[in-house]
Protein backbone atom coordinates (compact mmCIF):
# COMPACT_ATOMS: atom_id res chain seq x y z
CA UNK A 1 0.00 0.00 0.00
CA UNK A 2 1.14 3.49 -0.48
CA UNK A 3 2.88 5.39 2.06
CA UNK A 4 0.63 8.48 1.03
CA UNK A 5 -3.04 6.33 1.67
CA UNK A 6 -3.41 7.43 5.25
CA UNK A 7 -2.48 11.34 4.83
CA UNK A 8 -4.33 12.14 1.34
CA UNK A 9 -7.66 14.02 0.75
CA UNK A 10 -10.53 11.51 1.02
CA UNK A 11 -11.12 13.20 -2.87
CA UNK A 12 -8.09 11.18 -3.82
CA UNK A 13 -9.52 8.13 -6.19
CA UNK A 14 -7.45 5.09 -5.30
CA UNK A 15 -7.11 1.82 -7.66
CA UNK A 16 -5.17 -1.38 -7.33
CA UNK A 17 -1.62 -1.92 -8.98
CA UNK A 18 -0.22 -5.55 -8.73
CA UNK A 19 -2.28 -5.92 -5.99
CA UNK A 20 -1.28 -2.53 -4.05
CA UNK A 21 -2.95 0.93 -3.51
CA UNK A 22 -1.78 3.61 -5.26
CA UNK A 23 -3.24 6.75 -6.69
CA UNK A 24 -5.10 6.50 -9.17
CA UNK A 25 -5.33 10.66 -9.95
CA UNK A 26 -5.11 13.99 -8.31
CA UNK A 27 -6.52 16.15 -10.96
CA UNK A 28 -7.66 15.73 -14.64
CA UNK A 29 -5.68 12.90 -15.90
CA UNK A 30 -5.45 14.27 -19.50
CA UNK A 31 -3.79 17.20 -17.74
CA UNK A 32 -1.63 14.91 -15.70
CA UNK A 33 -0.53 12.85 -18.68
CA UNK A 34 0.44 16.22 -20.62
CA UNK A 35 2.14 17.73 -17.24
CA UNK A 36 4.23 14.24 -17.67
CA UNK A 37 4.38 14.48 -21.44
CA UNK A 38 5.55 18.02 -21.47
CA UNK A 39 7.01 18.77 -18.22
CA UNK A 40 7.57 17.30 -15.08
CA UNK A 41 5.67 15.35 -12.76
CA UNK A 42 6.23 13.75 -9.36
CA UNK A 43 4.89 10.35 -8.84
CA UNK A 44 4.08 7.73 -5.70
CA UNK A 45 5.87 4.90 -5.89
CA UNK A 46 5.91 3.79 -2.63
CA UNK A 47 4.31 0.46 -3.62
CA UNK A 48 7.10 -1.08 -4.92
CA UNK A 49 8.95 -3.48 -2.83
CA UNK A 50 12.86 -3.47 -2.16
CA UNK A 51 15.06 -5.94 -0.89
CA UNK A 52 18.39 -5.76 1.29
CA UNK A 53 21.81 -8.33 0.35
CA UNK A 54 24.27 -7.26 2.86
CA UNK A 55 27.31 -9.13 3.94
CA UNK A 56 31.36 -9.48 2.60
CA UNK A 57 30.00 -11.46 -0.49
CA UNK A 58 26.92 -10.14 -1.38
CA UNK A 59 28.33 -8.86 -4.54
CA UNK A 60 29.85 -12.38 -6.02
CA UNK A 61 26.80 -13.65 -5.08
CA UNK A 62 24.42 -11.34 -6.90
CA UNK A 63 27.31 -11.48 -9.77
CA UNK A 64 26.10 -15.22 -10.59
CA UNK A 65 22.74 -14.86 -11.01
CA UNK A 66 21.93 -11.73 -13.06
CA UNK A 67 21.83 -10.46 -16.47
CA UNK A 68 24.25 -7.77 -16.25
CA UNK A 69 27.65 -6.84 -14.60
CA UNK A 70 27.06 -6.57 -10.70
CA UNK A 71 30.86 -5.35 -10.14
CA UNK A 72 30.13 -2.00 -11.73
CA UNK A 73 27.83 -0.95 -9.18
CA UNK A 74 28.77 1.78 -7.34
CA UNK A 75 27.59 4.28 -4.44
CA UNK A 76 27.28 6.62 -7.66
CA UNK A 77 26.15 4.29 -10.21
CA UNK A 78 22.84 2.22 -10.43
CA UNK A 79 22.41 -0.61 -12.97
CA UNK A 80 18.97 -2.47 -14.01
CA UNK A 81 19.19 -6.28 -13.85
CA UNK A 82 16.77 -9.44 -14.63
CA UNK A 83 17.17 -12.92 -13.02
CA UNK A 84 15.95 -15.74 -15.18
CA UNK A 85 14.84 -18.91 -15.05
CA UNK A 86 17.68 -21.90 -15.99
CA UNK A 87 15.92 -22.00 -19.48
CA UNK A 88 16.36 -18.25 -20.12
CA UNK A 89 13.27 -17.01 -19.25
CA UNK A 90 11.91 -14.29 -17.29
CA UNK A 91 11.80 -14.47 -13.46
CA UNK A 92 12.48 -11.16 -11.79
CA UNK A 93 13.72 -7.71 -12.17
CA UNK A 94 15.28 -4.67 -10.49
CA UNK A 95 17.63 -2.04 -10.02
CA UNK A 96 20.11 -2.46 -8.13
CA UNK A 97 22.03 0.57 -5.87
CA UNK A 98 24.57 0.69 -3.64
CA UNK A 99 24.38 2.34 0.00
CA UNK A 100 28.06 1.57 0.86
CA UNK A 101 27.20 -0.89 3.41
CA UNK A 102 24.35 -3.33 1.53
CA UNK A 103 22.67 -3.47 -1.92
CA UNK A 104 19.28 -2.46 -2.55
CA UNK A 105 17.15 -4.29 -5.11
CA UNK A 106 14.26 -2.18 -5.83
CA UNK A 107 11.42 -4.22 -8.00
CA UNK A 108 7.79 -4.50 -8.87
CA UNK A 109 4.93 -4.41 -6.05
CA UNK A 110 4.05 -7.89 -3.70
CA UNK A 111 7.76 -9.25 -4.98
CA UNK A 112 10.09 -8.73 -1.87
CA UNK A 113 9.01 -11.61 0.25
CA UNK A 114 9.21 -14.42 -3.09
CA UNK A 115 12.29 -12.54 -4.50
CA UNK A 116 14.19 -13.45 -1.03
CA UNK A 117 12.56 -16.30 -1.33
CA UNK A 118 14.09 -16.89 -4.20
CA UNK A 119 17.73 -15.23 -3.33
CA UNK A 120 18.13 -17.36 -0.35
CA UNK A 121 17.85 -20.38 -2.43
CA UNK A 122 21.29 -20.14 -4.14
CA UNK A 123 23.26 -18.77 -1.04
CA UNK A 124 23.96 -21.96 0.62
CA UNK A 125 27.11 -20.87 2.24
CA UNK A 126 27.64 -17.46 0.97
CA UNK A 127 28.54 -14.69 3.40
CA UNK A 128 25.41 -12.58 2.42
CA UNK A 129 22.35 -11.93 4.07
CA UNK A 130 19.16 -11.38 2.22
CA UNK A 131 15.84 -9.49 3.64
CA UNK A 132 12.60 -7.95 2.83
CA UNK A 133 12.89 -4.13 3.53
CA UNK A 134 9.79 -2.96 1.59
CA UNK A 135 8.33 -1.37 4.94
CA UNK A 136 11.63 0.52 5.68
CA UNK A 137 11.66 2.08 2.75
CA UNK A 138 9.29 4.33 -0.29
CA UNK A 139 10.23 5.68 -3.53
CA UNK A 140 9.56 8.87 -5.30
CA UNK A 141 9.77 9.26 -9.03
CA UNK A 142 10.44 12.45 -11.18
CA UNK A 143 9.60 12.03 -14.31
CA UNK A 144 9.23 14.42 -17.52
CA UNK A 145 11.59 15.71 -20.08
CA UNK A 146 12.26 18.97 -17.65
CA UNK A 147 12.61 16.44 -15.04
CA UNK A 148 16.91 17.05 -14.85
CA UNK A 149 15.87 20.28 -14.37
CA UNK A 150 13.68 19.76 -11.54
CA UNK A 151 16.33 17.55 -9.88
CA UNK A 152 19.16 20.23 -10.25
CA UNK A 153 17.03 22.96 -8.25
CA UNK A 154 16.04 20.12 -5.48
CA UNK A 155 19.42 18.90 -5.86
CA UNK A 156 22.02 21.60 -6.79
CA UNK A 157 24.52 19.73 -8.87
CA UNK A 158 22.87 15.91 -9.11
CA UNK A 159 21.41 16.48 -12.35
CA UNK A 160 24.18 18.37 -13.92
CA UNK A 161 26.76 15.53 -12.71
CA UNK A 162 24.11 13.07 -13.15
CA UNK A 163 23.56 12.58 -17.00
CA UNK A 164 24.50 9.62 -17.52
CA UNK A 165 21.60 6.62 -17.12
CA UNK A 166 21.96 4.99 -13.34
CA UNK A 167 23.73 8.14 -11.96
CA UNK A 168 23.51 7.55 -7.86
CA UNK A 169 24.25 10.03 -5.70
CA UNK A 170 23.54 9.56 -1.56
CA UNK A 171 21.81 13.27 -0.46
CA UNK A 172 21.55 12.09 3.06
CA UNK A 173 20.72 9.12 5.65
CA UNK A 174 17.28 9.59 4.73
CA UNK A 175 17.64 9.94 0.70
CA UNK A 176 19.26 7.91 -2.31
CA UNK A 177 18.51 9.09 -5.55
CA UNK A 178 19.49 7.88 -8.75
CA UNK A 179 18.84 8.17 -12.76
CA UNK A 180 17.06 5.24 -13.71
CA UNK A 181 19.75 3.00 -15.49
CA UNK A 182 16.98 1.86 -17.94
CA UNK A 183 15.49 4.76 -20.17
CA UNK A 184 15.46 8.34 -20.07
CA UNK A 185 12.09 8.13 -20.34
CA UNK A 186 11.84 6.61 -16.51
CA UNK A 187 13.15 10.10 -15.34
CA UNK A 188 14.39 9.78 -11.66
CA UNK A 189 14.18 8.15 -8.62
CA UNK A 190 14.04 9.22 -4.93
CA UNK A 191 14.51 6.51 -2.15
CA UNK A 192 13.11 7.74 0.78
CA UNK A 193 13.28 6.23 4.76
CA UNK A 194 9.55 5.21 5.28
CA UNK A 195 9.32 7.63 8.79
CA UNK A 196 10.53 10.81 6.29
CA UNK A 197 8.55 10.23 3.46
CA UNK A 198 5.19 11.90 3.92
CA UNK A 199 7.07 15.13 4.96
CA UNK A 200 9.60 15.03 1.61
CA UNK A 201 6.60 14.37 -0.60
CA UNK A 202 4.95 16.80 0.68
CA UNK A 203 7.64 19.41 0.37
CA UNK A 204 8.58 18.09 -3.52
CA UNK A 205 4.40 18.30 -4.15
CA UNK A 206 4.65 22.25 -3.50
CA UNK A 207 7.31 22.34 -6.35
CA UNK A 208 6.41 19.65 -8.97
CA UNK A 209 2.76 18.57 -9.55
CA UNK A 210 2.06 14.79 -8.73
CA UNK A 211 0.18 12.71 -11.15
CA UNK A 212 -1.28 9.19 -10.63
CA UNK A 213 -1.21 5.81 -11.52
CA UNK A 214 -3.67 6.25 -14.66
CA UNK A 215 -1.34 8.96 -16.54
CA UNK A 216 1.60 7.09 -15.47
CA UNK A 217 0.45 4.03 -16.97
CA UNK A 218 -0.57 5.92 -20.20
CA UNK A 219 2.69 7.51 -20.54
CA UNK A 220 4.73 4.48 -19.94
CA UNK A 221 2.58 2.70 -22.59
CA UNK A 222 2.84 5.98 -24.81
CA UNK A 223 7.08 5.71 -24.72
CA UNK A 224 6.96 2.05 -25.02
CA UNK A 225 8.23 1.12 -21.67
CA UNK A 226 8.64 -2.51 -20.67
CA UNK A 227 8.00 -3.45 -16.98
CA UNK A 228 8.52 -6.55 -15.16
CA UNK A 229 5.47 -8.39 -14.69
CA UNK A 230 3.41 -6.89 -17.60
CA UNK A 231 5.51 -6.65 -21.19
CA UNK A 232 7.93 -9.37 -19.06
CA UNK A 233 5.75 -12.46 -18.16
CA UNK A 234 7.47 -14.95 -15.62
CA UNK A 235 7.93 -18.45 -16.73
CA UNK A 236 7.22 -17.01 -20.48
CA UNK A 237 9.32 -14.28 -21.53
CA UNK A 238 12.64 -13.78 -23.01
CA UNK A 239 14.78 -10.51 -22.07
CA UNK A 240 15.49 -10.38 -25.03
CA UNK A 241 12.27 -10.39 -26.41
CA UNK A 242 10.61 -7.47 -24.02
CA UNK A 243 13.86 -4.96 -24.51
CA UNK A 244 15.66 -5.70 -21.92
CA UNK A 245 18.94 -5.41 -23.64
CA UNK A 246 17.95 -1.94 -25.03
CA UNK A 247 16.64 -1.39 -21.89
CA UNK A 248 20.29 -1.64 -20.46
CA UNK A 249 19.87 -4.98 -18.18
CA UNK A 250 22.23 -7.29 -20.17
CA UNK A 251 25.84 -7.40 -20.56
CA UNK A 252 27.48 -10.21 -22.54
CA UNK A 253 30.74 -9.60 -21.43
CA UNK A 254 29.86 -10.93 -17.68
CA UNK A 255 30.74 -14.57 -17.60
CA UNK A 256 27.72 -16.83 -16.41
CA UNK A 257 24.79 -15.99 -15.17
CA UNK A 258 21.30 -18.70 -14.63
CA UNK A 259 19.73 -18.21 -17.97
CA UNK A 260 23.00 -17.29 -19.60
CA UNK A 261 22.74 -19.73 -22.73
CA UNK A 262 19.65 -19.15 -24.06
CA UNK A 263 19.68 -15.16 -23.76
CA UNK A 264 23.53 -15.51 -25.55
CA UNK A 265 22.40 -17.98 -28.40
CA UNK A 266 19.30 -15.68 -29.31
CA UNK A 267 21.03 -12.95 -29.23
CA UNK A 268 24.28 -13.81 -31.04
CA UNK A 269 21.91 -16.19 -33.72
CA UNK A 270 19.58 -13.63 -33.66
CA UNK A 271 16.60 -16.42 -33.85
CA UNK A 272 14.13 -14.64 -31.64
CA UNK A 273 10.34 -14.73 -33.18
CA UNK A 274 8.68 -12.29 -30.70
CA UNK A 275 9.47 -8.63 -30.38
CA UNK A 276 7.62 -6.10 -28.03
CA UNK A 277 5.33 -3.64 -29.95
CA UNK A 278 3.10 -0.71 -29.46
CA UNK A 279 -0.35 -1.23 -30.61
CA UNK A 280 -3.61 1.03 -31.04
CA UNK A 281 -6.67 -0.96 -31.36
CA UNK A 282 -10.19 0.13 -32.73
CA UNK A 283 -12.07 1.12 -30.70
CA UNK A 284 -12.30 2.36 -26.72
CA UNK A 285 -13.66 -0.73 -24.76
CA UNK A 286 -11.42 -2.87 -21.98
CA UNK A 287 -8.85 -4.83 -23.25
CA UNK A 288 -6.92 -6.97 -20.53
CA UNK A 289 -3.21 -8.26 -20.47
CA UNK A 290 -2.76 -11.59 -22.07
CA UNK A 291 -5.17 -11.22 -24.44
CA UNK A 292 -4.39 -13.17 -28.04
CA UNK A 293 -3.64 -10.69 -31.04
CA UNK A 294 -5.18 -12.72 -33.66
CA UNK A 295 -4.04 -13.19 -37.84
CA UNK A 296 -6.69 -12.71 -40.56
CA UNK A 297 -6.44 -16.76 -40.48
CA UNK A 298 -7.01 -16.97 -36.76
CA UNK A 299 -3.71 -18.04 -36.01
CA UNK A 300 -2.49 -15.99 -32.54
CA UNK A 301 0.42 -13.41 -33.79
CA UNK A 302 0.98 -12.88 -29.88
CA UNK A 303 -0.74 -11.10 -27.28
CA UNK A 304 -1.35 -8.14 -25.23
CA UNK A 305 0.74 -7.33 -22.26
CA UNK A 306 -0.55 -3.59 -21.09
CA UNK A 307 -3.52 -1.49 -22.23
CA UNK A 308 -5.21 1.66 -21.43
CA UNK A 309 -7.77 2.19 -23.46
CA UNK A 310 -10.58 5.70 -22.35
CA UNK A 311 -12.01 8.81 -24.47
CA UNK A 312 -12.16 7.05 -27.33
CA UNK A 313 -8.53 5.37 -27.39
CA UNK A 314 -7.37 2.46 -26.56
CA UNK A 315 -3.36 1.44 -27.12
CA UNK A 316 -1.20 -0.89 -25.34
CA UNK A 317 1.91 -2.90 -25.89
CA UNK A 318 2.25 -6.18 -27.29
CA UNK A 319 4.79 -9.01 -28.18
CA UNK A 320 3.84 -10.53 -31.50
CA UNK A 321 6.23 -12.38 -33.65
CA UNK A 322 7.91 -10.86 -36.33
CA UNK A 323 6.67 -12.73 -39.42
CA UNK A 324 3.55 -11.60 -38.82
CA UNK A 325 3.49 -8.29 -38.32
CA UNK A 326 6.76 -8.42 -41.37
CA UNK A 327 3.76 -9.90 -43.20
CA UNK A 328 1.39 -7.02 -42.73
CA UNK A 329 -0.98 -9.19 -41.46
CA UNK A 330 -4.19 -8.10 -40.61
CA UNK A 331 -4.26 -8.36 -37.20
CA UNK A 332 -7.41 -8.14 -34.50
CA UNK A 333 -7.96 -8.34 -30.85
CA UNK A 334 -11.28 -9.40 -30.02
CA UNK A 335 -12.95 -8.75 -33.36
CA UNK A 336 -10.93 -4.99 -33.35
CA UNK A 337 -8.29 -4.06 -35.47
CA UNK A 338 -4.58 -3.39 -34.63
CA UNK A 339 -1.95 -0.85 -36.13
CA UNK A 340 1.30 -1.73 -34.49
CA UNK A 341 4.30 0.48 -34.12
CA UNK A 342 7.80 -0.47 -33.23
CA UNK A 343 8.75 1.49 -30.22
CA UNK A 344 11.37 4.44 -31.08
CA UNK A 345 14.11 3.13 -28.54
CA UNK A 346 13.92 -0.66 -30.75
CA UNK A 347 17.20 -1.40 -32.64
CA UNK A 348 16.53 -4.22 -33.96
CA UNK A 349 14.73 -4.70 -37.11
CA UNK A 350 11.47 -6.39 -38.81
CA UNK A 351 13.46 -8.91 -40.72
Known sequence: MSLLKSHLSQSITWILDDGK???????????????????????????????EISGPERVNFLQGLTTNQIKDV?????????????????????????TGETLILTTEPQQGANLVKSLNFYLMRTKAVIKDVSKDFGNIAIVGPEAA???DKLFPGSATAGTSLGATFKIDEEQLLWRDPRHEDFGWRLQVKSEKYLEIWEKLANIIPPVGQIAWENYRINKGLPRGGKELIPNKTLPLEAGVLEMNGVSFQKGCFVGQETTARTHHRGTLKKRLFQVTLEGDGPVSAETPILTHSEKEAGIITSAICQDGDCHGLALLRLSDVDDNSQLTVDGRKVSVQKPSWASWDLT
Not at 34 to 42: C, H, I, M
Open 21 to 51: EVPAQFSDVGKELKQLTNQAALLDFSHLDQV
Open 74 to 98: TTSRSIYANMLTPQGRFAWDFTVSD
Open 149 to 151: DMV
